[in-house]
């Protein structure tokens, strides 16, 4: 990417999440850019919570847990790969996986352990679990022909596909819809209201309409280690955040001031990191909930399963089923 200047328009970046970070990056090569964010940090849905493990011997501790954007891989995500070569930010080969804890039914089983992860438990010697073993081999390919068919004048839903297919209850509770509200981070309730194509776009670039055939994924290395020097992606141009105080008439009417509480310091995250104000302008989101989880010492899983995570006690309580990646 070309060198910054102050010269050129005089931009305004709504958000500081993945995709405002990256336009405000990129614009700033030729243009004069301020960053508008609601909020007292950078990063939106991407961040790190710290959740206290203690388990009462005080050998406990907090535990760092990101959320949103974990892993990528190259095949998927060339962009955002020559996004951090430009900004020599390094990562390290990880993984990606699913693994679901039904407590209502006492089923839980992990994806990538292969037999044992499978057959974590008693109830997956049940006949439905393994008609939906086998419903998710007859899933991956009633979904690649939809890909390989002439799209329609009306988008099919997932649950209209699924029910012309005849995927059973069991399946559709117990699979698809703990795997579509984990790559959505939605509700359950939403899961299946998605337009099945679409979806199935993604899956099939990710991987996930086959058993075998996965591509390397990769996480950013030491994300959550403070930097040392001064980021050369820090503007001079903005350097203090902004509370708005008044709103009145038109978006671009706003009052601010300056914030001086100890918060400031932490809109100044480690590499790259922009300056930002924080205005008037957010976005509004649906209710719902969710968990922030840390390994446990005190409760496992069945033994060929990972041991279990607990809630974080700030948020609500789990939901009757848990997703995790």
Same mark, same amino acid.
């Given at each position: 990417?070309?060198?910054? +200047?102050?010269?050129?328009?005089?931009?305004?970046?709504?958000?500081?999440g993945?995709?405002?970070?990256?336009?405000?990056?990129?614009?700033?090569?030729?243009?004069?850019? !301020?960053?508008?964010?609601?909020?007292?940090?950078?990063?939106?849905?991407?961040?790190? +919570?710290?959740?206290?493990?203690?388990?009462?011997?005080?050998?406990?501790?907090?535990?760092?847990?990101?959320?949103a954007?974990?892993?990528?891989n190259? =095949?998927?995500?060339?962009?955002?790969?020559?996004?951090?070569?430009?900004?020599?930010?390094?990562?390290?080969?990880?993984?990606?996986?699913?693994?679901?804890?039904a407590?209502?039914?006492?089923?839980?089983?992990?994806?990538?352990?292969?037999?044992?992860?499978?057959?974590?438990?008693?109830?997956?010697?049940?006949? =439905?679990?393994?008609?939906?073993?086998?419903e998710?081999?007859?899933?991956?390919?009633?979904?690649?022909?939809?890909?390989?068919?002439?799209?329609?004048?009306?988008?099919?839903?997932?649950?209209?596909?699924?029910?012309?297919?005849?995927?059973?209850?069991?399946?559709?509770?117990?699979?698809? !819809? &703990?795997?579509?509200?984990?790559v959505?981070?939605?509700?359950?309730?939403?899961?299946?209201?998605?337009?099945?194509?679409?979806?199935?776009?993604?899956?099939?670039? +990710?991987?996930?309409?086959s058993?075998?055939?996965?591509?390397?994924?990769?996480?950013?290395?030491?994300?959550?280690r403070?930097?040392?020097?001064?980021?050369?992606?820090?503007?001079?141009?903005?350097? =203090?955040?902004?509370?708005?105080?008044?709103?009145a008439?038109?978006?671009?009417?706003?009052?601010?001031?300056?914030v001086? !509480?100890?918060?400031?310091?932490?809109?100044?995250?480690?590499?790259?990191?922009?300056?930002?104000?924080?205005?008037c302008?957010?976005?509004?989101?649906? &209710?719902?909930?969710?968990?922030?989880l840390?390994?446990?010492?005190?409760?496992?899983?069945?033994?060929?399963? !990972?041991?279990?995570?607990?809630?974080?006690?700030?948020t609500?309580?789990?939901?009757?089923?848990?997703?995790?990646?």
């Amino acid at each position: 990417m070309q060198q910054r +200047h102050p010269a050129g328009r005089s931009i305004a970046v709504i958000g500081s999440g993945v995709a405002g970070l990256t336009a405000a990056y990129v614009l700033s090569g030729h243009d004069r850019v !301020t960053l508008y964010e609601a909020d007292t940090r950078l990063g939106g849905h991407a961040h790190t +919570h710290y959740v206290d493990r203690d388990d009462g011997t005080g050998n406990g501790g907090p535990v760092a847990v990101d959320s949103a954007f974990l892993v990528h891989n190259d =095949r998927t995500y060339p962009t955002l790969c020559r996004l951090f070569d430009d900004l020599g930010v390094a990562t390290q080969e990880s993984d990606m996986s699913m693994s679901v804890r039904a407590d209502d039914i006492g089923l839980e089983y992990a994806g990538a352990l292969g037999v044992r992860g499978l057959f974590a438990c008693r109830q997956a010697l049940r006949p =439905r679990y393994l008609l939906m073993l086998a419903e998710i081999l007859r899933f991956h390919r009633a979904a690649s022909r939809l890909l390989r068919a002439e799209a329609g004048d009306e988008p099919e839903t997932l649950e209209a596909f699924l029910k012309r297919h005849r995927f059973s209850p069991f399946f559709i509770d117990y699979f698809i !819809t &703990p795997l579509v509200a984990a790559v959505w981070s939605c509700a359950s309730a939403d899961a299946l209201r998605y337009p099945a194509r679409y979806l199935f776009v993604f899956l099939d670039h +990710h991987g996930m309409l086959s058993v075998f055939g996965s591509p390397t994924w990769r996480t950013v290395t030491g994300v959550r280690r403070p930097t040392s020097r001064p980021s050369p992606h820090v503007w001079p141009r903005c350097r =203090r955040a902004h509370r708005c105080i008044r709103c009145a008439g038109s978006p671009a009417a706003w009052w601010s001031e300056p914030v001086t !509480t100890p918060r400031e310091s932490s809109m100044r995250p480690s590499s790259p990191s922009i300056p930002t104000r924080r205005c008037c302008y957010s976005t509004s989101r649906p &209710p719902g909930s969710a968990m922030c989880l840390a390994p446990s010492r005190t409760r496992r899983t069945g033994p060929s399963c !990972t041991p279990t995570s607990r809630c974080c006690p700030a948020t609500p309580a789990p939901a009757r089923r848990g997703t995790t990646w």
